[in-house]
């Protein structure tokens, strides 16, 4: 008999794994384990969502004629899988497993599992990304930067995604200067999608509220789909509702409105309940059949197979040392309302709301607000790191690292991104209407009262001179601000300086 273990993101049909094994031979293993459940502290919804999500998946394989033996959290004593197999599966034959999406976690099945249970243990190449590890590394060999622009028209040419021949559909590769536009209320906001609770949620909400109460979040407005099924509809949805608007408003925010046309598809793709390409061919279908612009479906499918292959094959092409990688050399520790949300800014307030309410924030809060905020202060890569692969519901090392290390803190040194996306409240302001019910003026940066992003902003900028001056696509930022009035940065500087010295207060 052959074991095969499926992990808590490998919940795919066509998971390397089952196609390897026979269901009326061999046996199939998931566990909920505390080692994985709490390395770090996971917000409240992504454990409760993985496991829902697992229980449900075992049960679809049994249906299907699979034997799995599933261990509940609390009900056994494994605390991590090497154990679960010396314990139980040492007659097995052989264990297969599909190649996991950390590295931490990768290293311990290739160095521990077969010395510690004594069995053959093979490792699979997970099929279920459009980009192999080999295929990026390949396009990567000799670069001393990489860009994802250059990357992304590779992908379109490999999938043939929005292609006629070897040109892109409508002539340009990338819509996005259609796709920066705020929202100001005039297109309706799609409906909300809600899917119904089974005895299987509920049992698993109980035991999470009860495990890891001290975890940040909340589980009453849990709303994510557990089972492939509600997975599928939440892409229905989403093309029906959201894609005709998404490139147009995919940057902008607003007070209380937490996904506009965002897809929220993403643990749904991290987990294998939908496959990257099936979403992708959805969207594209959309716009042949004239439910979504170009815009929209173009821009779409540049985030799934532009950025996510790409922040993965940068993920496996680097570790581990990506992982140590801090070239501007910050050491700020993270402020405490990166968990509790209060803070008089009203931009982070309300990205903190959002994230400790659903696990979720979309790209550009984490970008342009908390994430910016905190390349700003100069906090420390690895604590914003440990922050963001803790509190988001789709949050995987693999994609958590590279965009949080790499596209925002740009401690990498600019390999991920050419130039830090550090900015000013003014584009916080022109993107959402934030700054408009907040206690910060955004129109000043040496008062008081003045948005805190303003003056941080210049700080980071004069302060990392020597990193970035020579960069062309700074070149302007650092000439406006030789020819600002002295007495002005001077102000401007000693303004950071006083929040810097207790960015808590803020
Ligand atoms: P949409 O805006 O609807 O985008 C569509 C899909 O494109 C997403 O579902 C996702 O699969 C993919 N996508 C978009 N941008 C990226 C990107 N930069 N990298 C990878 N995939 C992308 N995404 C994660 O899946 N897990 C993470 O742990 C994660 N951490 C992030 C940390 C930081 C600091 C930042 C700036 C971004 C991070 N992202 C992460 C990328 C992105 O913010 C999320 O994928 C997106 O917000 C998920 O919401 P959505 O499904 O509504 O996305
Ligand atoms: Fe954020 Fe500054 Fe605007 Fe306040 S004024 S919402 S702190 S950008």
Known sequence: MKVGIILGDQLS??????????????????????????????????????????????????????????????????????SLIAGRYRDAEEIVVTHCGEYRLQQTIEQHWEPACGILV????????????????????????????????????????????????GGQWNYDSNNRQPYKGKTPLPPELRFKRD??????????????????????????????AQAQQALDHFIKHRLPHFGDYQDAMVTGEDTLFHSLLSPYINLGLLDPMTVCQAAEQAYFSGEAPLNAVEGFIRQIIGWREYVRGIYWLLMPDYAKENRLGDDRPLPAYYWTGETKMHCMAECFRNTIDHAYAHHIQRLMVT????????????????????????????VELPNTLGMVMHADGGYLGSKPYAASG??????????????????????????????LYWHFIHRHRQQFAGNHRMKMIYRNL?????AKVEAMLQRAETLLADPDAL
């Open 122 to 169: 093979t490792c699979l190449d997970d099929r279920r990304f459009l980009c192999s590890p080999g295929f990026f590394q390949q396009w990567a060999s000799g670069k001393k930067q990489l860009r994802m622009e250059f990357f992304y028209r590779e992908m379109r040419r490999h999938t043939g995604l929005l292609m006629e021949g070897d040109e892109p559909v």
């Open 426 to 455: 003014s584009y916080i302001n022109r993107m959402s209407d934030y700054c408009k019910h907040c206690h910060y003026n955004v129109k000043t940066a040496s008062e008081a009262d003045s948005c805190p992003f303003n003056s």
């Open 199 to 228: 005895d299987i949620d509920e049992q698993v909400l109980v035991l999470v509220a009860e495990q890891f109460a001290d975890h940040i979040g909340t589980l009453d407005r849990f709303q994510w789909g557990t089972t492939s």
């Open 13 to 82: 049909y066509s998971l390397p794994t089952l196609a390897a094994l026979d269901p009326n031979h061999d046996r199939l293993v998931m566990a909920e384990l505390h080692a994985e459940a709490t390395y770090v502290k996971h917000h409240k919804q992504k454990i409760a969502l993985i496991f829902s999500a697992m229980r449900h998946f075992a049960r679809d394989l049994e249906q299907a004629g699979w034997q799995v033996d599933y261990y509940h959290y609390g009900e056994h004593d494994f605390s991590d899988f090497a």
């Open 371 to 398: 994430g910016n905020f905190a390349l700003l202060l100069g906090v420390l890569p690895e604590a914003i790191c440990q922050w963001y692969l803790e509190v988001y519901a789709d949050a995987f090392d693999w």
């Open 482 to 486: 030789e020819r600002m009035d002295s």
